[in-house]
């Protein structure tokens, strides 16, 4: 699945917040207010302020080195805090232990005990729960097989954890975890370890488990496609810092600053200058000799103007302009990737743009070197202050 429609299945999600009726858990709401973790001379998050709401599958999404774990972490009581807060339905969880928080964490290992069943491993965490010994045999057994069947593992019970491939042993980590039914689940990439079209299958099951089951999902990921793929909200994160919050909508078409642009899929960045205001939130560009418009940017001066590969429209020359927004350019280079080709054009002032072209009616027969005007649509066109 490519990055843009991940993106528009993202859309379809559930609104942030909202809780179906008849789930079986209870969504906590999630507080950090001035959070900052330090280690030694390095500052791992720097005073970030989040709020998750109930029933969220919100994914904290950035490169390795961003924060998003060590964040993760400190949720689930793994690392303490430097300073700051972190709330649990009102309740200030810093001074609370692991195993005293309504919290449960998956890995991306899934530490399963080898010489357990898969309905033992499950059974396992019960346990550990203050009131794990009140509960009857009968009462085990069907929470056990609760879980089983949320994670489709029917048939497995009896299997060892060297009995089953990694997805499955991925499912039998999230039956352990949600067998306790906490509030909050935390998932620190969970997926990592799969391969790609596994990772794709378990993206989907992921994202409708937690609509099933109602409980705060809280997704460490740096792969942008999941995060788009499964998130009501999510946190772009860089260098401690939360860089932008959004859904997957918000961030993608409208991202903040260029690091979003350039991090969460694949982004046309030009250089320009903002030099004043149209109304309406329009703004006048110019980008070397040509007159545009964009959306964004509340100042005047130098601008990244921002557009994504899927909005840029590539005509042939003897079209000619067809709008204010249009530039002429030049084709350097094609790319087939099935639906739709990659075109790499060079514009007249010099700078790279990539589009990407509907193979509707065959792909683009334009050779190297093929003059052309691009479209560069106004509500595609975003300025970004630099």
């Known amino acids: 699945m490519s990055i843009n429609a991940a993106h528009a299945s993202a859309t379809s999600r559930i609104e942030p917040g909202r809780i179906e009726p008849g789930r079986i858990g209870h969504g906590g709401r999630i507080e950090l207010a001035a959070l900052r973790k330090e280690f030694g001379e390095f500052v791992a998050v720097d005073d970030i302020d989040l709020v998750i709401e109930p029933g969220e599958f919100f994914s904290l999404l950035g490169p390795s080195g961003c924060g998003k774990t060590t964040t993760l972490r400190m949720i689930g009581g793994f690392e303490q805090p430097t300073s700051g807060s972190i709330r649990l339905d009102g309740v ?115 994202a409708a488990l937690q609509l099933e089951v109602g409980i705060t999902f809280v997704y460490v990921t740096h792969d942008q496609e999941e995060a788009l793929t499964m998130s009501s909200r999510l946190a772009v994160m860089e260098g401690g810092h939360v860089a932008q919050v959004g859904t997957p909508t918000e961030v993608y078409e409208q991202p903040a600053t260029a690091y979003v642009a350039d991090f969460l899929g694949v982004a046309n960045l030009l250089d320009a200058e903002c030099t004043g205001s149209l109304g309406d939130g329009l703004r006048s560009i110019r980008m070397g000799s040509f007159d545009l418009r964009a959306s964004g940017a509340t100042t005047n001066g130098p601008v990244r103007l921002v557009i994504r590969p899927e909005r840029v429209r590539v005509l042939s020359a003897q079209d000619g302009p067809v709008d204010d927004n249009c530039v002429p350019a030049m084709v350097e280079r094609i790319v087939y990737v099935g639906s739709v080709t990659q075109v790499y054009l060079r514009l007249t002032t010099g700078m790279a743009l990539q589009a990407l072209v509907a193979n509707h009616d065959g792909p683009p027969d334009w050779p190297e070197g093929t003059p052309v005007h691009v479209s560069l649509p106004v509500d595609g066109l975003r300025a970004l202050a630099v």
């Open 92 to 206: 200030d969880l810093v001074d609370t232990p692991p195993h005293r928080r309504p919290v449960n964490t998956v890995f991306q290992s899934y530490a399963l005990f080898p010489h357990l069943s898969v309905a033992d491993n499950i059974a396992y965490g019960l346990r550990w729960r203050r009131d794990g010994d009140k509960l009857s045999r009968p009462e085990r057994e069907r929470r056990v097989g609760r879980a089983i069947e949320l994670v489709r593992l029917g048939g497995f019970e009896k299997r060892k954890p060297a009995q089953l491939s990694g997805g499955q042993q991925q499912r039998v980590a999230l039956a352990r975890a949600l067998i306790l039914q906490p509030s909050v689940l935390l998932l620190d990439e969970p997926l990592g370890a799969l391969d790609a079209k596994l990772r794709k299958e378990l993206q989907r099951d992921l």
